[in-house]
């Protein structure tokens, strides 16, 4: 089974900052995705990364990039020049992809991280 | 184009009701998935349609169950509501084994009272 573990809240930061969520992982799969979604007040969970298990350079999405350290089970979310419009809930999750039958198609998702952006 | 479209928004039901969430995909997307986010929790997997069929099922009893149609759109029915159902549920759409995204609607927001 996967776990993904948030030990973070609640993270602020200033504007223009830069901002760092953590998140470790925990599987016995081979192959796995991990990823990062953005869910404002309005509930829609937004794509921002992925990282495959078998890449070898970290994901970068304009300002997001994800820094993948494999042998420590972890995935942090690395967001550059903060703006207010990222205050919201940030959620790691991951897949696993060897495994084409019964775990394929499903995410499984940590507690979030809530980001707030003060002027 | 239109991203996943999900209705109603918001729904109030009385325990022992029964209710219908309905999910239409991205356009060209034909495997759906719900998942239940119960408040101050991430999203839970429920399962995932592809061909009309029930492909994948989380750890959710038989009270949850659901519907594909041809034209991809889906829906989720539960049974007999319990007051912890209370949720924000969420459909996403996919291409199938498509590993790096999936496309999530806004939600239904269902209280059970």
């Known amino acids: 089974a996967q776990k993904i573990t948030q030990t973070q809240p609640g993270m602020f930061v200033q504007e223009k900052e830069a901002v760092t969520l953590d998140c470790t992982y925990d599987t016995s799969d081979p192959s796995y995705g991990l990823f990062w979604y953005k869910q404002p007040s309005s509930g829609e969970m937004i794509f921002l990364i992925y990282q495959g298990s078998y890449d070898q350079q970290n994901a970068t999405e304009g300002r997001y990039s994800l820094n993948f350290q494999k042998a420590r089970k972890s995935a942090n979310l690395v967001i550059s020049a903060s703006q207010l419009g990222d205050s919201a809930m940030y959620f790691c999750a991951m897949r696993a992809l060897a495994d084409r039958g019964s775990t394929l198609g499903r995410l499984y998702f940590g507690r979030g991280t809530q980001l707030t952006v003060w002027p | 184009d239109a991203g996943v479209t999900q209705s109603p928004t918001h729904l109030i039901k009385t325990r022992g009701q029964q209710v219908t969430l309905r999910c239409s995909p991205k356009s060209g997307h034909d495997t759906v998935s719900w998942y239940q986010q119960a408040l101050g929790q991430g999203p839970q997997f429920i399962f995932q349609?592809?061909?009309?069929?029930?492909?994948q099922r989380g750890n959710f009893p038989d009270r949850f169950s659901g519907h594909q149609y041809p034209n991809y759109s889906s829906e989720l029915n539960v049974n007999a509501l319990l007051l912890g159902d209370s949720a924000l549920y969420l459909c996403a759409s996919s291409l199938p084994n498509s590993y790096e995204k999936l496309f999530f609607g806004s939600g239904t927001q269902l209280s059970v009272l």
């Open positions: 349609y592809y061909e009309e069929e029930e492909r």
